[in-house]
Each structure stands twice: as C-alpha cells, then as structure tokens.
C-alpha cells in the first residue's frame, strides 16, 4: 500500500539535519555536518530551500534593548518550538497569560518590518517602547486552521516595558502569530482531514465517498496529534454544512493523551474519551476509516492500521488501510478506464488511461459515429454515459456508451446568439447528475439535469459576480469549481453545493460561499480537478505569460513543482486520481499528455477539449 500512495503523489516528510546560522534563533537546514566557525547572524525571514531549514527559538539574553527583545520574539514566532515557550520568555509575566498564539497565523509577503514610533511615555524616563509591525497580507489561518488568502497592509503595535528586574519586556501585542511567507511555507504543511458528504453520494462500491477539508498544521510539532484533534474536533466552517462526521460531539482524545505516533508496525493507537465509549462496529470502522485517510501522508511510510481506544483503554476497534477502502473512498473510488477528447472529425473518442501507446478509438454508441459534431464532451464516472455539446454550443446531447445505441433530441437548448453566447463544457458528479452553464447574456443561469435527463433545475448562486465560463464538479458532488469572467478578468472560484431535498419536491440545489482559489491569476483560462482538495490551472499573473499550476481548493500553493511548461494551452483534463497523467490541448501540439517524471508528449495533432470521467 506505501507504493500505492507514493504513486498517488503522497507528500513525504523529509528528514531534516541541523545547523547554527543565528543569534535570535538556531536553525535547522538539510546539510552534510554542523559547522563549528563563523559569524552569528540575524534571521528575519528565513528563505525557503529544499534543504527544508529548522529554526528553534533562543531566549532573550540578559540585558536586551528592546528592539532585540522584539526581534528575538518575532523569530521564535516562526521556531518549531512546541508550545511558543521561549517566545512567552519575550513577554511581560500577565502577558503571557493573555496572549493566546493559536487564535491565527498572519502571513505577510515578507517578515514583519519594525518601526519604532515613540519611546518613553513619562516625561524624563524611557520606561516603555511602541514599536510598529507592518507589512503586506498573504493570508491568514485561522483557529480551525483553516487557511484563508487575504490583501492589503498589515499594521499592528508592539509595547514594551522595563521591568522590576530592569530587563525589557513585551506588555502589549496581537494575538495569534505573524510571519513572511517563506517562513511560513518552511514552518507548516498543508493536510487534508477527511469527513463523509452528507448528500448520500457513494462510491462505486457503495461506499460512503469522503470529502477532503484541507488546513495548515506546523509540520515539525507534532503534526499527528495535532491533526487527530482537528479532525475531532470537526470539519472547517466553510465544509461543515455538507459533510457529517461519524466522531460523536464532544469526542476528543482521553485526558493525559500528550502524542501519537506509530509503533514498529506501522499502527497508531488512538485512545479517545468516554463520548465514544458505546458507538457500534460499523460507527467505529467509519471513524477509523476517516483517520486513516486523514494520516496517511504525515509519516514517510504512511499509517497501515488505527486502532481506537475506549476510554478505559479497551479496544474499540481496529482498521486497516486495506479495509479503510472498502469503507470508504476518495471521490467515487473508481480509477477511470480511459481519458476522452473529441476528435479531428468531432467525434468522442477514448485513449486507455494507463496506456499511452494504444491510439485513440471512437467511443461504442451515437457520440462515437460523428453523425453529430460536438466540441465539448463529459462522460459520466462510471463511463456508461457522455454528454456532448455540439459544434455552435447551442445543443446537449447525452447518449449511452453502449454499442448501437442511438441519440435522441437535444436535452438542452441554448438561445445565445453567438457560440461563445451558449453552452459550456458539462461536468457529471458523483451523484450521475448532469452540470452545465448557459452564457446566454439575456438568460445566464447554471443548470443541473438530474441523471443526465428530465427537465433541468436552475441552480441559485446568490454570491455569482459575473459569467460563468466553465464548470467542473467534484468527484465528491458538494463542491463545485468555475471560471468567472468580469469586466474582461476571469478567476477560478470554488464553490460549496447544498440541497435542499423535501419528499414529493424536486430538491432545491445552491452555490453558496464562493471564493478565490487561484487569487495570483488575474486571468484564468482553463481548470480541472487534479486531486482530493487541489486543481490544476493554466492563466497569467496580471502583465504576466501563460502558465500552468496547481491550486489548493482554500486558495493556497501546494507544495511541490508546477507541470512542465507549454504552449498555448487551450483546454487541461486531470483525474482526482494523482496517478494519471495530464491531458491538454495545446493550439500547436494538438492533444498532449504528461505523466509524472516525464515531458509532455503528443498523441493526436488534431483534437481538442480532452476530460477525464466527470
């Protein structure tokens, strides 16, 4: 199973080795052996390196003048120390009662510049310092640590005073940490915690499909523990309202419980508290299944089995990463088949996903013979049925993948005047229901057809500022990503779908909360889902060129190197399975695939609009 997750794109902990570079801090770097000369220096913002550096914190010396004392403690800030202990020895002795560090993680551009503002409050004595921080905002994460990006100028105050021992202290700061961004990426890990979605979607196996809530944990502090915790204590406010966890309320780790780790077996017990003392096997097993997946990226060879613990130590039950599978999946749980594009004579055709040799074939049924030209193509998850748009955009067609079968009418017509006027590119969810925007300047709406069929819904999307240009849904169906253009800018925003379903009704379906998860792009031209929580995007920076990359659903870079570059990218198809390789279309290569290690490599000249299952 470790090669299986390696494969998966699994984030592996480096180990980390050490060196003396600093006087407000030690820190830690990836390298051969510690040097024993050379001169101390200050560490404002330590650079991110892929030797992965270290920093542990230094208490203040004696004597300290205050714009040391400052400095000092802006630098343990960004230490590994577990607990802020030696940034508290910076604080006056009722400070460091009320200064809570957790509340959230202010990241700026660069590390907090300091400014002195004034100094000595009563007339002929310098009894107290005010210093400003500012700086450029980043983001924030917040006490769910869940991350958030942010713009605009940062400023807050710093106040020191002397105290009985003569030695200078800090009496008045924010709460919560601030830090530059390079020691913020240096200091913490993306992760993803997983819970169930609650609208009844399942796998191909009947499993209950989990839906991944990415936060930021420091990776160098107990990151196991920490992680365990913030999936007891549930899903991150935006989530909550579509995912259920099956941890009874109030379910935490038994009092005394300090660390987690696993043992010589590769398992990790997790001894919980009395709220979880009467759930039943099948309750259990769901609980250890969303551990399970929640830590199988935190150690260098994964987690192979969670045991839970009643509170009196007993077992409650126990579940490998084998089984975990069987109980519940990552979007559908399936491996697609094959990758789909539409062809030179604009047919849907398929390529076997794991097989980059075998040429393209017209897909069995009426959307494989040509008889109607399409441009746009999804064929469902289970690859039983496509829907195809044709070549004026202005039809939705969805037939079976059945030999023989035949096409009927149009399930969807579009009266925009112009191709660009009407229908995008659909997107099946894992439910088999059917999504897709109408452009039509006079009639925009957002549309889902309920198993491909029927008369079409019109989802509402009260916080929607401006024209949807494409649609992809979650393999998980509570969470949708779209293009949205305005005034000739285009972002990526994701999206949280919620249903209201009464009996005898036809449910109700929302986009709610929409936000930013590519906010450096000014332009965003094409997407695709790329992973539980990450997306792959092709767009520029504001007066910048094309590029490709990929995104994290909150709006965060995960760690790790952008695809390989390449040309006039027009359309960009990944699975939610990180095994499988890319697809593009590239206006001067045709249709392209890149799989991992390798470069880009051409597959037909003439074909356009690739998609994977979905």
Not at 332 to 360: A, C, E, H, W
Request: proline share 6%.
């Amino acid at each position: 199973m470790g090669a299986d997750r390696e494969a998966r794109g699994g984030r592996r902990r480096p180990v980390r080795l050490a060196a003396y570079v600093g006087c407000g801090a030690l820190v830690l770097a990836g390298c051969a052996s510690m040097p024993d000369s050379g001169d101390l220096r200050d560490v404002e913002s330590t650079p991110r390196a892929d030797s992965q550096v270290r920093v542990f914190a230094m208490p203040p010396r004696e004597d300290a003048q205050p714009a040391e004392i400052v400095r000092g403690f802006l630098e343990a800030l960004t230490s590994d120390d577990p607990q802020y202990a030696t940034a508290r020895l910076y604080l006056a002795a009722g400070t460091r009662k009320t200064w809570d560090p957790y509340r959230s993680t202010k990241v700026l551009a660069d590390g907090p510049n300091t400014e002195l503002v004034h100094s000595g409050s009563r007339e002929g004595a310098a009894d107290d310092f005010l210093y400003q921080l500012s700086g450029s905002k980043v983001a924030t994460v917040d006490a769910q640590h869940a991350y958030a990006p942010e713009a605009g100028a940062y400023t807050e105050a710093v106040h020191l005073t002397r105290q009985k021992d003569r030695q200078w202290r800090i009496d008045g700061l924010p709460q919560g940490v601030v830090m530059g961004k390079s020691d913020f990426e240096r200091n913490y890990d993306s992760v993803n915690k997983y819970y169930f979605a609650s609208n009844g979607s399942s796998g191909s196996g009947g499993q209950r499909v989990t839906v991944a809530d990415p936060v930021y944990v420091r990776g160098e502090v107990d990151p196991m523990t920490e992680m365990v915790r913030t999936l007891l204590k549930g899903p991150t406010s935006w989530l909550d309202p579509v995912v259920t966890s099956s941890f009874p309320s109030g379910t935490a780790l038994r009092k005394g419980v300090k660390s987690l780790s696993p043992d010589d077996h590769n398992r990790v017990t997790v001894p919980l508290n009395s709220r979880a003392d009467r759930v039943g096997q099948a309750q259990c097993t769901r609980m250890a299944a969303q551990l399970l997946f929640t830590l199988e990226d935190l150690t260098p060879t994964g987690v192979d089995e969670v045991e839970l613990q009643k509170s009196d130590g007993s077992q409650l039950c126990a579940l490998t990463e084998g089984r975990a599978e069987t109980v519940a999946s990552h979007g559908t749980g399936q491996l697609p088949d094959y990758q789909y594009f539409i062809d030179g004579k604009q047919r849907l055709v398929r390529m076997p996903s794991g097989n980059g040799d075998k040429q393209p074939e017209a897909v069995p049924g009426a959307l494989g013979q040509g008889d109607t030209k399409l441009r746009s193509a999804a064929v469902s998850r289970k690859e039983d049925v496509a829907a195809g748009v044709s070549t004026d955009g202005g039809s939705l067609f969805v037939g079976s993948l059945v030999s023989g079968s035949s096409l009927g009418e149009a399930v969807l017509r579009s009266e925009g005047k112009t191709a660009q006027d009407r229908l995008t590119t659909p997107s099946w969810d894992g439910r088999g229901d059917l999504w897709v925007a109408d452009r039509d300047p006079k009639k925009p709406r957002l549309l889902l057809l309920e198993k491909g069929a029927g008369e079409p819904l019109v989802v509402s999307a009260p916080g929607l500022d401006g024209r949807i240009e494409a649609v992809r849904v979650a393999a998980d169906g509570v969470r949708i990503a779209l293009i949205i253009e305005k005034d000739g800018k285009s972002s990526l925003q994701i999206g949280r779908i919620e249903r209201d379903i009464k009996a005898g009704e036809r449910p109700v379906v929302s986009i709610l909360e929409l936000r930013a998860a590519a906010p450096q792009l000014e332009e965003v031209t094409a997407m695709s889902w790329a992973g539980d929580s990450r997306l792959v995007v092709v767009g520029r920076e504001e007066g910048g060129v094309q590029q490709m990359a990929y995104v994290q659903v909150d709006g965060s870079t995960p760690v790790g190197t952008a695809p390989s570059a390449l040309t006039g990218v027009k359309e960009i198809a990944a699975s939610e399975d990180e095994r499988l390789p890319l697809v593009a279309h590239s206006e001067e290569d045709g249709i392209v695939r890149l799989s991992s290690g390798e470069q880009w490599q051409t597959v037909v000249k003439d074909g356009t609009a690739p998609v994977y299952p979905g």
